[in-house]
């Protein structure tokens, strides 16, 4: 019997886009079903954001450079 892979293992193993929408962002976290608490911390400040046109997304490049520079 073969072992089937969890959304989380998947998106563990694959690199993050630069810019997600919080949504995409949620559920790469695995946590879809706090979408609220995402938005929050994006608008509340907690979490790089650029906008482009009429869409905030947050700057996971970003994001990923500082949590790597915190850990030096």
Do not use: Y
């Not at 959304?7 to 949504?23: D, E, G, T």
């Not at 609220?36 to 996971?60: C, K, S, Y």
């Amino acid at each position: 019997m073969q072992k089937k892979e969890t959304p989380f293992a998947l998106c563990a193993c694959v690199p993050p886009a630069p810019l997600m929408r919080s949504h995409e962002f949620a559920r790469w976290l695995g946590m879809e079903n706090e979408l609220a608490l995402v938005l929050q911390w994006m608008f509340g400040g907690e979490l790089p954001t650029h906008r482009i046109g009429d869409v905030t997304f947050i700057n996971v490049a970003l994001l990923m450079k500082q949590l790597l520079e915190q850990g030096e």
